[in-house]
């Protein structure tokens, strides 16, 4: 069977939180279904590391999907002719998108539909597009994988889906991500801080992953503190940065906040663990995946009360209203100051990590492509 495969988001060290998800179940699907040829769909020349196996072919298909109107006309008419000529079977779309055209059947993964609810922290062209075409692409679809209950609750609520036809696939984690050893996380703190100690934050500088009241929040601890503490901040700053750019200007610790960029998971595990816990309180999320990656890591969790975080959490992290920076704040006193909770939530994490792992999902989503097939 001719498996085509949406590979758009597999960019070489620019892998985001869909990416990743491409990346780490595409690598176990392919190895593991020797018996099928997957159709690599790229809209731009490759990198040979995502080739992970002799059955898959990689096709580039001009033009390079940057906005809305390049996105219609891959999707709509590139992509169609492609399937065709390849004959392709089965069409599988990990970032959730489609031709609407298709004449196959499809498997779509549909992480969650932010965009639904928060409209205006997206471009205007970006707002229209989401908001038109994924409902459309959910029902076209055979079956829609998603990430997690709230995010199959939301699918069904919003697009009025039918739940049969929603698998949830939770999503993974990186088995690289472990706790440091005391000799690491000393010279990690060394090299990072001068040996402060600090939270860390993961994630794009994105209006919904509420920068600005995580900094206003920081800061109105770091006065009640009295006593020296960082915030380290990775990730790529993006579009609509408004708030975050106001909110920084009016820091009174701004000189305690450190932005490092993006990061490889092998620098991030450092950063992350030498840290005195996450603090990750976005306003909407489908899952969350450095959640994940802290529990591993072995470090405390302050995260958000809303959508999909208390069900990917569960115990190992305490929790905070987003919108309120005086719970944020008071998060992070208990992150900085009680070791008995500090404790507690490590443990907890570690096992709860446990439950989490991309060779799970890559099996259920195995399982979601043999439905459609």
């Known amino acids: 069977m001719n498996i085509a495969v949406n590979t758009r988001l ?8 869909i990416g990743w998800f491409m990346y780490e179940n595409l690598l176990r699907i392919t190895r ?13 020349p ?20 940057r906005h809305p109107v390049l996105w219609y006309t891959w999707f709509e008419y590139s992509l169609p002719r492609v399937l065709r000529k390849y004959k392709a079977d089965l ?7 489609m031709p609407l055209r298709l004449n196959i059947p499809s498997l779509i993964t549909i992480h969650d539909i932010n965009f639904h609810h928060r409209p205006m922290d997206l471009r205007l062209f970006d707002r229209i597009y989401y908001r ?3 409902p459309l692409f959910a029902k076209k679809s055979d079956r829609i994988a998603t990430v997690s209950e709230y995010s199959k609750s939301d699918l069904v609520n919003s697009y009025d889906i039918d739940p049969n036809k929603i698998d949830v696939v939770y999503n993974g984690v990186n088995e690289l991500y472990s706790p440091l050893k ?9 090299s990072l801080t001068g040996g402060i100690p600090y939270f860390v934050y993961v994630g794009s500088m994105h209006p919904r992953k509420n920068l600005s009241n995580l900094l206003l929040g920081f800061d109105e601890f770091r006065t009640s ?29 701004k000189d305690d906040i450190i932005f ?3 990061l490889s998971p092998v620098k991030l595990r450092e950063v992350l663990g030498a840290s005195a816990g996450l603090t990750f309180v976005p306003l909407f999320e489908g899952f969350g995946i450095p959640l994940l990656e802290a529990m591993r890591t072995g470090i405390p969790i302050l995260t958000s009360n809303v959508t999909s975080l208390p069900e990917i959490a569960g115990e190992a992290a305490i929790y905070a209203d987003p919108f309120k920076v005086g719970e944020i704040s008071d998060g992070m006193i208990k992150l900085a100051t009680d070791q008995k909770l500090i404790s507690r939530l490590i443990k907890t994490g570690q096992s709860r990590s446990k439950e989490f792992s991309w060779d799970k999902t890559s099996e259920l989503l195995w399982s979601s492509i043999c439905r459609v097939i």
């Not at 579009?239 to 009174?252: C, K, S, V």
């Open 260 to 262: 490092t960029g993006r």
């Open 91 to 97: 069409y599988f779309g990990p970032d959730g998108y």
């Open 225 to 253: 503190l009295g006593k020296e503490f960082k915030l380290v901040i990775v990730g790529e700053k993006m579009f609509m940065t408004e708030d975050i750019d106001r909110a920084y200007a009016g820091l009174r610790n």
């Open 46 to 65: 490759f990198n040979s590391e995502f080739i992970f196996s002799d059955n898959v072919r990689p096709i580039v298909i001009p033009p390079p999907t």
């Open 132 to 134: 038109k075409y994924f």
């Open 10 to 17: 597999l960019l070489k060290d620019r892998l985001e939180g």
């Open 182 to 190: 005391p000799d690491e996380i000393d010279l990690s703190l060394k």
């Open 32 to 44: 593991a279904h020797p018996e099928h040829t997957f159709l690599f769909l790229f809209d731009r």
